[in-house]
Antibody, heavy 120, light 107 residues
Framework: EVQLVESGGGLVKPGGSLRLSCAAS????????MNWVRQAPGKGLEWVSS????????YYADSVKGRFTISRDNAKNSLYLQMNSLRAEDTAVYYC?????????????WGQGTMVTVSS | EIVLTQSPDFQSVTPKEKVTITCRAS??????LHWYQQKPDQSPKLLIK???QSFSGVPSRFSGSGSGTDFTLTINSLEAEDAATYYC?????????FGQGTKVEIK
């Protein structure tokens, strides 16, 4: 079964750090670009960051640029998001999402999400 | 940044009725527009990619159309299980953006 499972969320104080992980299974992880998308409580979806299959191309939303770092370990079938200098407005459910195969930019597989709460 | 504006924000619909949701882009995005369904307390699921291509396993009552700046998601003969929030998403240019969502409620 194709699956993405996020972990690492929790409660953190403003200015703190957190590292999210996304474990992939059921497909050849190293062949796919991956993304992080977040959803603040009661709000819509916001794209956060993307990374190409070989980590050659990395992009960030302006709202997280300079504070968040996306990375991946293809040997471990894992995607990461290092979040530093966290703010209250970073509070959200964070989803990892697979970009469909070559020529497909839709997000065809999503994890169940992990909640990040930034509060003092 | 490309802004996607969905309408309506909310729709209350009777089962078997037809539902139409529109997504308008602030500039032309070709056909790089995708639709997702998100049920309460679940992650989003891909319905339609590239404006009109149905994703594997999606019921045939879901269809998409449009190109350029105007797109439509249609649900023919709404079923109770279709109660959800629907989002459009553009991958034409960075940053990728989503519409604000359209909540569909079953009467």
């Amino acid at each position: 079964e194709v699956q993405l499972v996020e972990s690492g969320g929790g409660l953190v104080k403003p200015g703190g750090s957190l590292r999210l992980s996304c474990a992939a299974s059921g497909f050849t992880f190293s062949s796919y670009s991956m993304n992080w998308v977040r959803q603040a409580p009661g709000k819509g979806l916001e794209w956060v960051s993307s990374i190409s299959s070989s980590s050659s191309y990395i992009y960030y939303a302006d709202s997280v640029k300079g504070r968040f770092t996306i990375s991946r370990d293809n040997a471990k079938n894992s995607l990461y998001l290092q979040m530093n200098s966290l703010r209250a407005e970073d509070t959200a459910v964070y989803y990892c999402a697979r970009r469909g195969g070559t020529g497909t930019n839709a997000f065809d597989i999503w994890g169940q999400g992990t909640m990040v709460t930034v509060s003092s | 940044e490309i802004v996607l504006t969905q309408s309506p924000d909310f729709q209350s619909v009777t089962p078997k009725e037809k539902v139409t949701i529109t997504c308008r882009a602030s500039q032309s995005i070709g056909s790089s527009l995708h639709w997702y369904q998100q049920k309460p307390d679940q992650s989003p699921k891909l319905l339609i990619k590239y404006a009109s291509q149905s994703f594997s396993g999606v019921p045939s009552r879901f269809s998409g159309s449009g190109s350029g700046t105007d797109f439509t998601l249609t649900i023919n003969s709404l079923e109770a299980e279709d109660a959800a929030t629907y989002y459009c998403h553009q991958s034409s240019s960075l940053p990728q953006t989503f519409g604000q969502g359209t909540k569909v409620e079953i009467k």
